[in-house]
Nanobody, 124 residues
């Protein structure tokens, strides 16, 4: 059974760094496209980054390009989101999600399995 568990959320200062983890069970992450999404209070859920199920190709939202990096560790069956140069606008609950598909996408409707979320708060 597919399960995703996020961890690593914390309160960080403006300009700080944080790495989120998404531990998968019930499936092998290399067989799925994995995405990171976030939702701030009063705002719609938005895609942040995703990584392909084949060659590890990545895609990022414009708002985080150059600051965030998505990666995977096959041995640990875990996907990470490294976040640098954090801004107050990055404050949100962050979710990881998984899907079987042919192309990577930041569209949330393409994803079938979701974690419970982890809170990231960036102080100003």
């Amino acid at each position: 059974e597919v399960q995703l568990v996020e961890s690593g959320g914390a309160l960080v200062q403006l300009g700080g760094s944080l790495t989120l983890s998404c531990a998968a069970s019930g499936f092998i992450i290399d067989a799925y496209i994995i995405g990171w999404f976030r939702q701030a209070p009063g705002k719609e859920r938005e895609g942040v980054a995703c990584i392909s199920s084949s060659d590890g190709t990545t895609h990022y939202a414009d708002s985080v390009k150059g600051r965030f990096t998505i990666s995977r560790d096959t041995a640990k069956n875990t996907v990470y989101l490294q976040m640098n140069s954090l801004e107050p606008e990055d404050t949100a609950v962050y979710y990881c999600a998984a899907q079987l598909g042919w192309r990577i996408s930041l569209a949330s409707e393409e994803y079938d399995y979701w974690g419970q979320g982890t809170q990231v708060t960036v102080s100003s």
